[in-house]
Nanobody, 129 residues
Framework: QSRLVESGGGLVQPGGSLKLSCTGSGFAVNNYAVGWFRQAPGKEREGLSCISKSGKTINYQDRAKGRFTISRDSAKNTFDLQINNLQPWDTARYFC??????????????????????WGQGIQVTVST
């Protein structure tokens, strides 16, 4: 089955860094615009960043600017989210997505769930002292 799977999450102290990876199986990720979301308990899902199919267009939502870096690797069929200087409010479950219909722009994140062809299962990031 075609799917996305996140990896690289875990427990980290404030100021630490993590690199989340999203690996596609059963399909070519480079045929899709891709992006990252997160959701903390009791809160709405937040868009973070996306990157276009070609990798030439990148968008960061305000909450992700400065400390987040998105990249993709066609050869590995993956895309990543590097997060530096993690803070407690970054604690959330992080999801990767791929869409054949939504372009990477400031509006990538506002589609209904079904507008994203693939969702990862999510991976927990916990930032705590």
């Amino acid at each position: 089955q075609s799917r996305l799977v996140e990896s690289g999450g875990g427990l980290v102290q404030p100021g630490g860094s993590l690199k989340l990876s999203c690996t596609g199986s059963g399909f070519a990720v480079n045929n899709y615009a891709v992006g990252w979301f997160r959701q903390a308990p009791g809160k709405e899902r937040e868009g973070l960043s996306c990157i276009s199919k070609s990798g030439k267009t990148i968008n960061y939502q305000d909450r992700a600017k400065g400390r987040f870096t998105i990249s993709r690797d066609s050869a590995k069929n993956t895309f990543d989210l590097q997060i530096n200087n993690l803070q407690p409010w970054d604690t959330a479950r992080y999801f990767c997505t791929a869409s054949s219909t939504r372009y990477c722009s400031g509006t990538y994140y506002y589609g209904e769930d079904l507008e994203y062809d693939f969702w990862g299962q999510g991976i927990q990031v916990t930032v705590s002292t």
